[in-house]
């Protein structure tokens, strides 16, 4: 079936540094699945990051970016500066055209220490 | 004014018990859905609907029934609780024609003793 890997967390960064968090898919009953980055902060619910729907194309938002690769079946997330505030949980999904679902990876806990 | 609200946030219930966890959403989609959170195994689907009426199995269904009454509305039922159901509960609602993004209340954490 379809699933999502993504980097095993815990994640520690010290703020200003660079981030990247792996995601790859599998998606053999979808030939061009929908693909997003959602973030948990502490407290509240999953609310979606950046997603793109298009492959070779790049998706931003709040600095981060990542860009829908076909070829290697990855969405890595990456951002050049981390900030405190972005200690979260993140989690790569893929949306499931034939049965309205969209799949998550197992999410990547995020630290940035100050 | 959220859009997707959960209820209750938190629940300690006893083993044997009924708990009935509700989600209101004011999007107007027409798709909902129940999430588990666990450690090391993310969000696992446990039942959708797409729309009022109907109700889908997902991944892990056992032991879950869900109801939707309205557009507005779905609710997930454990009739005979048990400390395995012990867990995080996400709803989300969402629309289909838009790429399957979907929106998530903040979350129930149940405990079963």
């Known amino acids: 079936g379809d699933s999502v890997t993504q980097t095993e967390g815990p994640v520690t960064v010290s703020e200003s540094e660079s981030l990247i968090i792996n995601c790859t898919y599998s998606a053999t009953s979808i030939a061009y699945p929908n693909l997003f980055w959602y973030v948990r902060y502490p407290g509240e619910g999953l609310q979606l990051l950046l997603k793109v729907i298009t492959a070779g194309q790049k998706g931003s938002s709040r600095g981060f970016e990542a860009t829908y690769n076909k070829e290697t079946t990855s969405f890595h997330l990456q951002k050049a500066s981390v900030q405190e505030s972005d200690s979260a949980v993140y989690y790569c999904a893929l949306g499931d055209t034939n049965a309205y679902k969209v799949i998550f990876g197992k999410g990547t806990h995020l630290h940035v220490l100050p | 004014e959220a859009a997707v609200t959960q209820s209750p946030r938190n629940k300690v219930a006893v083993t044997g018990g009924k708990v009935t966890l509700s989600c209101n959403q004011t999007n107007n989609h027409n798709n909902m859905y129940w999430y588990r959170q666990d450690t090391g195994h993310g969000l696992r689907l446990i039942h959708y609907?797409?729309?009022?009426?109907?109700?889908e199995k997902g991944d892990i269904p056992d032991g879950y029934k869900a109801s939707r009454p309205s557009q507005e509305n779905f609710s997930l039922i454990l009739e005979l609780a048990t400390p395995s159901q012990t867990s995080v509960y996400f709803c989300a609602s969402g629309d289909a024609a838009v790429s399957y993004e979907q929106y998530f209340g903040p979350g129930t954490r149940l405990t079963v003793l």
């Open positions: 609907s797409y729309g009022a009426g109907s109700t």
